[in-house]
Every structure is written in structure tokens, then in C-alpha cells.
């Protein structure tokens, strides 16, 4: 079976690769690749790479590391899906040392409820206490 690595170093991953696959996503679509870059730079990032260094899926936790964290931009190359490469990622996020003690962790997804109800992820409880400023077509 093939071994797959894991690393939180943002000079291992494949920007461009990245910026390609999150500027063409439901949730950041456009996104300007600077202002991606930025958001890598003070984000815990998690790449999972095979054998020959190729990224094949990406995740970040923006976080305090303290008190709370907001997983997002998750996702793993189209062609590689179904191999299981996500569950390696959740499994790195989840064991992390700075991710350990946490109150709150959160994401929002539109189809991958099942990969997350497995690592604790459950609906909010009362989604009416958030509250959010938002401006889906800000990368337009």
C-alpha cells in the first residue's frame, strides 16, 4: 500500500496547486491568489504528499491554538478521491499538539457531513447564537 506523508510546512506545499483547486471551489471561488497566500501564512496548513512529493490534499485550521480553531479550504486532488487521503488528513489534524484541548472547533462543508461526524464534528446545537459577516461575492 502506498505511504503517504503529512506536513504542516507551508514551504512544502504546492501553491499553485492550492490557489488552482480553492480559486475554483464552491466556498472561494476567485479567490485572488495573494490574498491566498496570506491566509496560508497565518494558518496551521496540512498537505499529504505520496511517494514522489505530489500534494494530493490540502487542509487549514485558522486558529489561536489555544481556545478555538476553523478548519477550511479541505480538499484532496479529484483523481486521488476515494483512496482514503482524507481520512490521513483528519487523522494529522485531529493528533496535532497545538490542536489538543481546544473548547471549540468548527467548519462548514455542503457535502462531507460523513467524513466529519466521524472525527466528533456534530450539527450546531443553537445556530441561532452565530452571527457572521459575510460577502459571498467578495473575489468577484
Not at 97 to 105: E, I
Not at 112 to 137: C, R
Request: aromatic share 10%.
Amino acid at each position: 500500500m502506498e505511504r503517504f506523508r503529512v506536513s504542516n510546512q507551508l514551504e512544502h506545499m504546492n501553491i499553485d496547486l492550492i490557489h488552482q483547486v480553492i480559486s475554483e471551489s464552491y466556498w472561494a471561488k476567485g479567490i485572488p491568489k495573494a490574498t491566498l497566500e496570506k491566509a496560508l501564512a497565518h494558518s496551521l496548513c496540512f498537505g499529504v504528499f505520496d511517494e514522489n512529493n505530489t500534494q494530493l490534499a490540502f487542509a487549514r485550521m485558522i486558529t489561536d491554538r489555544a481556545t478555538f480553531a476553523y478548519l477550511g479550504d479541505v480538499f484532496v486532488v479529484e483523481e486521488r478521491q476515494g483512496e482514503g487521503i482524507a481520512r490521513v488528513l483528519m487523522d494529522s489534524i485531529v493528533a496535532h499538539p497545538d490542536l489538543q484541548g481546544l473548547r471549540r472547533t468548527m467548519l462548514a462543508t455542503r457535502d462531507a457531513h460523513g467524513l466529519y461526524e466521524k472525527y466528533g464534528f456534530t450539527p450546531i446545537a443553537n445556530p441561532d447564537s452565530l452571527m457572521q459577516v459575510w460577502h459571498p461575492d467578495i473575489y468577484k
